[in-house]
């Protein structure tokens, strides 16, 4: 049906920036609401940031000086700009999407997620 797929994790050290981007592809009509979430073991997934259709954002408090959420809708393709890395930020990070088929059906769909570690 829909697969997304995240890339741009990494290894970085602290005060660093990693953009993460994450592309869905398949049976797209159209994408409605993006999220990204962070998970880390043992503890449940957290939503850090979400973006409309219409490019409206919202963001986590903990995280809304640093983190930037963008879409390009031609492309299927969500981003999340994290500058100013910190190790709290080790994670791995994983996006979500709210996707209508084109066979009509809206459902909700998971990357497999890629991880952050940051480390001096």
Request: net charge positive; with cysteine.
């Amino acid at each position: 049906q829909v697969q997304l797929v995240e890339s741009g994790g990494g290894l970085v050290q602290p005060g660093e920036s990693l953009r993460l981007s994450c592309t869905a592809s398949g049976s797209i009509f159209s994408i409605y609401g993006m999220r990204w979430y962070r998970q880390v073991p043992g503890k449940q997934r957290e939503l850090v940031a979400a973006i409309t259709s219409g490019g409206t954002t919202t963001y986590t408090d903990s995280v809304k000086d640093r983190f930037t959420i963008s879409r390009d809708n031609a492309k299927n393709t969500v981003y999340l700009q994290i500058d100013s890395l910190k190790p709290g930020d080790t994670a791995v990070y994983y996006c979500n999407a709210d996707v209508r088929l084109v066979a009509g059906a809206v459902s909700q769909f998971w990357g497999q997620g890629t991880q952050v570690t940051v480390s001096s």
